[in-house]
């Protein structure tokens, strides 16, 4: 439910308020994946939950979403024995302000990944974090835009002799 026309898309005015939000729901069974043993014995089911929503007024923008997967593996191998059901749970909120009649942005954004919970030997992560700031310029909304940004990584390891792995990336 939303203003579908509009949604995310800055060459309207903003001057009125526009809402979006949407919930999506999967399911799946498969077999062993290609290239790795975690599945060599049987099969899995897979379950994706997805929210989102968005609110814009008077050129700001606040989007956030939240993603929760889960495997329920039904033969396992050895190595992932007793480990339980593999779950990915991570969400991120956004926020942008609009300038120079629409057709510039500024933004932050914060994300928030936990993979492999109940497995996080396997991935070695406890969870990933990144905080970005970010430059827009739309030429035709944002199916044609400039995106200038700046993202600051950091990634917590299981072990927690291990020191956290910051990365600082610049996008252009």
């Known amino acids: 439910y939303g203003s579908r026309g509009v949604e995310g898309d800055f060459r309207d005015d903003n001057s009125d308020l526009g809402f979006t939000m949407g919930v999506a729901v999967g399911y799946g069974e498969g077999s062993r994946v290609v290239g790795e043993d975690l599945f060599d014995n049987g099969d899995f089911d897979k379950t994706d939950v997805n929210i989102d929503a968005g609110i ?12 929760w997967s889960e495997v329920d593996i039904n033969a396992i191998s050895d ?22 009649d629409d057709k510039a ?24 974090q990144a905080y970005s700031f970010v430059l827009n310029y739309f ?9 200038n940004g700046f993202t600051w990584r950091v990634i917590t390891p299981v072990d927690n002799a291990q020191k956290d792995l910051e ?3 610049y996008d252009l």
């Open 56 to 67: 814009r007024i008077c050129g700001f923008d606040l989007y956030g979403e939240w993603y």
């Open 79 to 100: 190595e992932v024995a007793g480990a339980g059901k593999p779950e990915n749970t991570g969400f991120f909120v956004s926020a942008m302000m609009n300038f120079m």
């Open 105 to 128: 942005g500024a933004g932050l954004r914060y994300e928030f990944l936990e993979p492999d919970d109940g497995i996080e030997d396997l991935s070695g992560l406890d969870d990933v």
């Open 139 to 147: 030429i035709n909304g944002h199916y044609l835009k400039l995106q």
């Open 167 to 169: 990365d600082f990336v």
